[in-house]
């Protein structure tokens, strides 16, 4: 089915006088006839009303042109071109006298006014219009191989037919191009910038004789002659005329030609439309169709009445259908060609001819079409074209939140369609998938386009805009648990206006728990997530997720505070410990004093949690800088909670368990400078704890305690040595040896030899010297050890081979020193004598001043000033020589560089 562009009317009946040509200017129509050129009062259009003779012609007028800019017309006969005024106040324009006249075209381009005529004799002659005679002069004559027959001007060139051959003349240069053969019948077409040639079919042609599309327009009948008023390219046939739409060619990839219903017509002759090409307002025209924006002309553009005359002398109207009427009768066919006619037709015209709504509105009815037929992703391209409200395809697919469904009323003109849509469409679930699938790329374009709310998003927003952005994004989550559903996850994660209850039903019925856990943390509903989480109100429950949950829960805000207490008591009892106690390893947490004693009350046999917790809170940087943790107390706490664990492992005989508590306790008290090291000091008297009263004696720099404690206490020897080497400090080089007795800090220079003497003297009189552990610490460190003061120790009783190796070790080492400062002081005298020498070299150096000796600088007479010598002999004061920030070791004559030892100043 097609619809109808023009409406033909019958305005004169079959007149006397054979019609030759045909054109109109203004209200008039003007007839060519055989020595008369007749005008017509066409005012109205049910009836043409005889006016006058305008011109008496010579012969037969076979062609009309009309130039509106100029209020004449040229009509040509045999001989002879006229050019006759159709203004009174004008007066009757000169003749152009060219023998033969065949054919001719005119166009206007940039103002001016040009016109082309060929003659018998085989020639094209170009004229243009000046303003200043009032006439037009020839500018150019080509000589054409046969007396052209039809012609079309576009561009520069001129198309020319003969009989069937065709030919491009470009006037500017008078270059021929040759085309293909075609019937006599040819117009131009000035909006696409083509010409349109017939065979079987209509090819458009460019400015460089190259088919312009691929394809061409069918006809039913090859016509026997051409119009074109935009759009429309109207063909005269033997009994209709037949009207098809061409579009523009930066539209062609987007719409096809439309096929409009033909006019019927008895034996169509003439058409009215001229042979002239107004380039000027053909480019205006192209300029205003490719503008978005609605003209400021409220007006459409007008379209011209067509006059067509018919074998019998008889005079036919065209009047053109308004655009807006024929869209409408197209969308009313409700067909889907008629629906891709209707938009193409919209496609062609500009933004005053048809309002951006009204296109919109034809894309909805399409989209509803298309819906119908299940072509899914075309019907989502059409509605979003269409700039639907998202609502109305969210309710087709049963997708609308319950509280908008109460308070959005559809459109009343979508009512039907979308009934009709929703039964032929959802009549299959894996048809209602294929639509969800599209509708989900649709509200994903939808969602980015700015639907924007300041509403709080935790709340229903009732307002409209709330209402669909809610709708949208309630559809979006459906569509995605019914088409993808990782990304599910990803889309709660996102600020949303999802409805709670709606999209809570829908999870549910789909046993999504986790994404209703996302659901609720982006609707700020902590507690019911974690109420699901951790088993009250569903059998579901998840340890993992429920200390992730708490974990990103801001402990310093007091509703969340709550809920961390109340939540993470579940989570400490029902797994372990190291799982559990990550939820409180964030910045955002409870204090770290909260924590603990959280902890403690929820676990309070769980001594193994409450150290790690505390070990790993003041291990890490972050955490044991929060304001609210009192690091002291919390230092002390560890150590205490190490103390009764390792109690709790020894009582249970867990040697493994103790020895692994015992090593991170010791790490502890030697790492750590924030408990109380007297309360500490009590805590560790005990035998049970010898190691650990050495690192407080420690603290306190009471090695002598320290060692005393290892030695005889522990009993253990290596200990004591590796607490020496572990707390002693080395005299650097230049320092002076501590005063004695040492004490305090003091005492870290000799504790190998303090040890030393502790085990030859112990503390009691009870306890018996170990004189071969001290031998053994000679022998390991003969180094650290003064070697007078300990073979002064030594019991008299000592034998000589004992200490025979640390002896011999003693003066090995000694004779090395003394070898080693020899050296250095023979080195030391050897440079001396260097220096030396190179002083007298330097000082042998004469530089003799007399009274007429000057400054190699500024050329005055050094006189008694302070000198400045140079290698080079160069002489000059030494303010000179320093001018300008120089130095002194470069000659300011010669720019040499010489080094301190080659200075010499006086």
């Not at 003209?295 to 553009?301: A, C, F, L, Q, R």
């Not at 664990?645 to 020894?650: D, G, I, N, S, V």
């Not at 190179?838 to 190699?856: D, E, F, G």
């Amino acid at each position: 089915m097609t619809h109808a562009a023009y409406k033909a009317k019958l305005v004169q009946e079959k007149l006397k006088n054979t019609i030759y040509s045909i054109c109109t200017l203004g209200d008039a129509v003007f007839l060519g006839m055989d020595g008369i050129l007749f005008k017509y009062d066409a005012t109205s259009t049910d009836v043409l009303a005889p006016k006058e003779v305008l011109k008496s012609m010579k012969g037969k007028v076979t062609q009309l042109i009309p130039f509106p800019g100029l209020h004449l017309i040229a009509a040509m006969s045999e001989n002879l071109v006229q050019l006759v005024s159709v203004s009174p106040k004008l007066e009757t324009k000169r003749d152009i006298k060219m023998s033969g006249c065949s054919a001719m075209a005119a166009k206007k381009y940039r103002g001016k006014y040009y016109i082309a005529i060929g003659t018998k004799q085989k020639k094209l002659t170009v004229l243009e219009y000046r303003e200043d005679t009032q006439n037009f002069t020839i500018g150019a004559e080509i000589q054409v191989p046969i007396a052209p027959r039809v012609m079309a001007w576009n561009g520069n060139g001129v198309f020319i037919g003969y009989k069937k051959e065709y030919t491009f003349v470009n006037v500017t240069n008078s270059r021929f191009s040759e085309l293909p053969n075609f019937s006599q019948c040819i117009t131009s077409m000035p909006v696409t910038s083509e010409v349109l040639l017939i065979d079987k079919v209509g090819i458009a042609y460019n400015a460089d004789t190259e088919p312009s599309r691929g394809i061409g327009i069918q006809w039913q009948t090859p016509p026997h002659t051409l119009g074109y008023s935009y759009p429309y390219v109207l063909g005269l046939s033997d009994r209709t005329i037949e009207v098809r739409a061409f579009p523009p060619l930066d539209k062609r990839d987007a719409v096809r030609d439309i096929a409009c219903r033909d006019v019927m017509c008895d034996h169509p002759k003439l058409i009215s439309i001229p042979n002239f090409v107004d380039m000027d307002a053909a480019s205006r025209l192209k300029n205003h169709l490719r503008c978005n924006s609605i003209s400021d002309d409220p007006e459409p553009t007008p379209q011209p009445l067509v006059y067509v005359t018919t074998e019998g002398n008889g005079i036919y109207v065209l009047e053109p259908i308004p655009f807006k009427d024929q869209i409408a009768t197209l969308v009313e066919n409700n067909r889907t060609d008629d629906y891709e006619s209707a938009l193409m037709l919209c496609n062609l015209l500009s933004p005053k001819d048809v309002t951006e709504k009204q296109m919109q509105h034809v894309h909805a009815m399409h989209a509803f079409n298309l819906f119908k037929q299940k072509m899914f992703p075309k019907a989502m391209t059409h509605f979003f074209l269409a700039n639907i409200d998202p609502r109305v395809v969210i309710k087709m697919l049963g997708m609308l939140p319950t509280y908008v469904s109460q308070n959005w009323k559809l459109p009343v003109e979508y009512e039907k369609c979308l009934q009709e849509a929703r039964v032929v469409a959802l009549a299959e679930v894996q048809e209602k998938f294929k639509a969800v699938a599209q509708l989900r790329k649709w509200l994903k374009q939808s969602r980015q386009i700015a639907i924007s709310s300041q509403a709080d998003p935790l709340k229903l927003d009732m307002s409209d805009n709330g209402m669909l952005r809610a709708s949208v994004d309630t559809a979006f989550l459906h569509c995605l648990l019914l088409t993808a559903e990782d990304d599910v996850e990803t889309f709660l994660g996102t600020p949303n206006r999802c409805v709670l209850d709606d999209c809570e039903r829908i999870l549910r019925q789909e046993s999504k728990w986790s994404n209703i856990v996302a659901l609720y943390r982006s609707k700020g509903k902590d507690r019911a997530a974690l109420d699901l989480l951790t088993g009250k109100t569903r059998s579901y429950n998840s340890v993992p997720d429920a200390i992730a949950y708490i974990k990103q829960l801001n402990g310093n805000d007091p509703t969340h505070k709550s809920l961390i207490m109340e939540y993470s008591t579940w989570v400490l009892r029902n797994t372990n410990y190291k799982e559990a106690l990550e939820m409180f390893y964030s910045e955002n947490s409870l204090p770290p004093i909260t924590v603990l004693s959280h902890v403690k009350s929820t676990l309070p046999h769980d001594l193994e949690a409450h150290a790690a917790y505390t070990a790993k809170v003041l291990a890490d940087p972050v955490l044991k800088l929060l304001p609210d943790c009192r690091m002291n107390t919390m230092h002390e706490s560890l150590i205490g909670t190490y103390v009764q664990l390792l109690k709790q492992h020894e009582e249970a005989k867990r040697g493994k368990e103790a020895g692994d508590v015992g090593k991170a306790l010791q790490r502890f008290l030697k790492s750590s400078d924030m408990y109380n090291v007297q309360t500490m000091k009590k805590l560790f008297d005990t035998p049970q704890f010898y190691k650990e009263m050495a690192i407080v004696h420690a603290k306190l720099e009471e090695h002598e305690e320290a060692l005393r404690v290892l030695a005889f206490g522990l009993g253990n020897i290596k200990d004591c040595v590796t607490y020496c080497d572990e707390e002693s400090l080395v005299l650097t080089p230049g320092q002076a040896a501590p005063q004695q007795p040492l004490k305090g800090k003091d005492q870290r220079y000799e504790l190998h030899f303090m040890l030393f003497q502790l085990l030859l003297e112990p503390p009691s009189d009870n306890i018996e010297p170990k004189v071969e552990d001290a031998l053994v610490l000679l022998k390991m460190h003969a180094d650290k050890i003064n070697c007078l003061k300990a073979i002064k120790m030594l019991p008299p009783h000592t034998k000589l081979h004992s200490i025979s190796d640390w002896i011999s070790k003693v003066l090995r080492e000694a004779s090395v020193q003394s070898r080693e400062r020899k050296i250095y002081k023979n080195l030391c005298k050897s440079e001396h004598h260097q220096v030396s020498v190179q002083l007298v070299h330097k000082q042998r150096v004469k530089c003799t001043i007399q009274q007429n000796t000057v400054c190699a600088v500024c050329k005055t007479k050094i006189g008694n000033s302070v000198t400045a010598y140079y290698p080079n002999k160069v002489i000059v004061h030494k303010i000179c020589a320093t001018k300008q920030g120089g130095s002194l070791n470069v000659c300011p004559v010669t720019k040499r560089v010489f080094s301190p030892l080659d200075e010499f100043c006086e």
